[in-house]
């Protein structure tokens, strides 16, 4: 399945918990002031792929925690973000992503994909709230939501 991406960071260590492959998702209309990666905006930037290029690339290394869904914002492609995210949990592996969307507001589109996911760091990154201390987040705004947790306390 097609992707649009800007790029893969192979081992990341700043995108969540452990060494991750970072999906940099192309594609974002929230165009928040001060946001960290301007280039990921444009729908019709960067390069598209196929998935499975990348689940191959994520099989082959023994190192990785998991993958980071990141951008850019990755519920603009949905269905490609769902099957990295299922072949990824086949895997064993877990799934962190990011989104300009709180939790409150993913749009129900996304709400299998939501499944497949750990950790959500959720909500925009707002200047005014931008702290260098936070761990794997811009802006105090931001939540890293355990997911799991989440779903044994909403049933
Ligand atoms: S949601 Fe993320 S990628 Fe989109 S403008 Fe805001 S900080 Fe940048």
Redesign the pocket.
């Known amino acids: 399945m097609e992707i649009r991406i800007a790029g893969v960071v192979p081992e990341s260590i700043v995108d969540g918990d452990g060494i991750r492959y970072a999906i940099f998702m192309q594609g ?1 209309l ?3 002031e001060g ?4 280039a ?2 444009p729908l019709d930037g960067g390069k598209i792929v196929d998935t499975s290029e990348l689940i191959s690339a994520i099989k082959r290394n023994p190192l990785l925690a998991g993958i980071t869904l990141t ?3 990755p519920l603009l492609q949905i269905p490609p973000a769902l099957e990295l995210a299922k072949a990824t949990k086949n895997l064993g592996l877990n799934v962190w992503c ?3 969307y709180t939790l409150e507001e993913i749009p129900p589109a996304a709400h299998e994909l939501l499944n497949f996911i750990d950790v959500l760091v959720d909500g ?2 707002i200047l005014a709230q931008r702290d260098l201390e936070l761990d794997f987040r ?1 802006s105090r705004n931001q939540r890293i939501i355990d997911l799991n947790e989440w779903r044994r306390n909403n049933g």
Do not use: I, K
């Open positions: 974002c929230r165009h928040c946001c960290h990666n301007p990921t905006h951008g850019g914002e990011y989104t300009g925009p990154f811009g």
